[in-house]
Nanobody
Framework: QVQLVESGGGLVQAGGSLRLSCAAS????????MGWYRQAPGKQRELVAA???????NYADSVKGRFTISRDNAKNTVYLQMNSLKPEDTAVYFC????????????????WGQGTQVTVSS
């Protein structure tokens, strides 16, 4: 069973920091892009940051300069360091990974974690 398991969410005051982790486990042959999305109440899910297997990164404008995405390919794990948090960062954060998991197939499929709540108080 291939799965993504997130950890590290919680409650923090504005200006504080949190670090999210997401570990992929199961029968995984290759991982392409890994990323973090978030969804606030009443809003659509949006991309926060993404990173390729080679280390190229992409950030939403709203988090540039405050959040840093990184990954450990040996551990199939992606991280999101969140600094200078604002109340508007409050959301459920979801891990996403594009993974090759099926024997005999070279195609990649999208996988999602269950989500972790991040709440920033003012």
């Amino acid at each position: 069973q291939v799965q993504l398991v997130e950890s590290g969410g919680g409650l923090v005051q504005a200006g504080g920091s949190l670090r999210l982790s997401c570990a992929a486990s199961g029968r995984i042959f290759s991982i392409n892009v890994m990323g973090w999305y978030r969804q606030a109440p009443g809003k659509q899910r949006e991309l926060v940051a993404a990173i390729t297997s080679g280390g190229s990164t992409n950030y939403a404008d709203s988090v540039k300069g405050r959040f840093t995405i990184s990954r450990d390919n040996a551990k199939n794990t992606v991280y999101l360091q969140m600094n200078s948090l604002k109340p508007e960062d409050t959301a459920v954060y979801f891990c996403n990974a594009d993974m090759m998991t099926r024997i005999g197939s070279t195609s990649y499929r999208d996988y999602w974690g269950q989500g972790t709540q991040v709440t920033v108080s003012s």
